[in-house]
């Protein structure tokens, strides 16, 4: 119950105070929304050390901690890509690619440290954190592709379906075309990635297979269930039509 508490809540605050943003403090929208994809990166690459175990009925899957948090990550790629299109959000990539590498040099620079001799968690904090680093490498490597991969089919299906979601004159929350870029895009790029980083970060150290399957599902129920803020998001911006700040993309 913790669990969803906070779930919905770290959701709907991110949601809210995006739109906020966008609405009365544009000109902060940009990067409000580009801190809120750092934390997320940052986030889920520090639990992804944690391996965690999920019954579904009488399924028993095993995932990082980090497929909690990473769909959330595909959600703020897709409120960037709504409102300010595909070619700044390849820049929301690009800034959120290289705090991850600040992140690396930061934790080898202080590993190059002795540690006190009255420190008595080296052995666990050096086991934690030389394992983040290829995680982390492993995450540079999954999320270059799959992000921009992620912004790509995100914006050719708004630009694909545009004429039928303004054909559609139903609400954000109701209009399948809005659901669907979010849906899909989400769905190719999580199962990509749930592939990818699991290969490179857990190769020889864990069993893969499993853990690219609880990736994948995880990842996918999660990814599914938090696109309804999205839409919520992209709903709360059209409410007053034709004043509010959306930028949409025009098809070409």
Sequence with gaps: MLFWICWVASLT???????????????YAFPALVGFYVIYLAASQILAARILEFNLLSIVLFAPASVLIYPFIAQVIDMINEVYGVTMTHVAILIAFVTQVLWVIFITMVSSFPAAPFFTYEDAW??????????????????????????????????????????????????????????????????????????IAF????PVIPLM???I?????IGFADNFWFVW???MLNKDAGTGPEMPVSPP
């Design 126 to 199: 050096q086991a934690l954190f030389s394992m983040s680093i290829r995680i982390t490498i492993a995450s540079w490597i999954a999320f270059l592709i799959c992000s921009n991969v992620d912004a790509f089919v995100f914006d050719r299906l708004k630009k694909r379906f545009h004429d039928k979601e303004i054909a559609c004159r139903r609400s954000a929350l109701t209009n399948p075309w809005v659901w669907l870029r979010s849906s899909a895009s989400d769905a190719i790029s999580l199962t990509l990635d749930s592939v990818i980083f699991v290969i």
């Design 233 to 235: 998001y992209k709903y």
């Design 213 to 215: 399957i609880g990736q």
């Design 13 to 27: 605050l991110v949601t809210l105070v995006s739109v906020y943003i966008l609405r009365h403090h544009r000109q």
């Design 203 to 206: 190769a020889g150290l864990m």
């Design 217 to 221: 599902v995880m990842k996918n129920l």
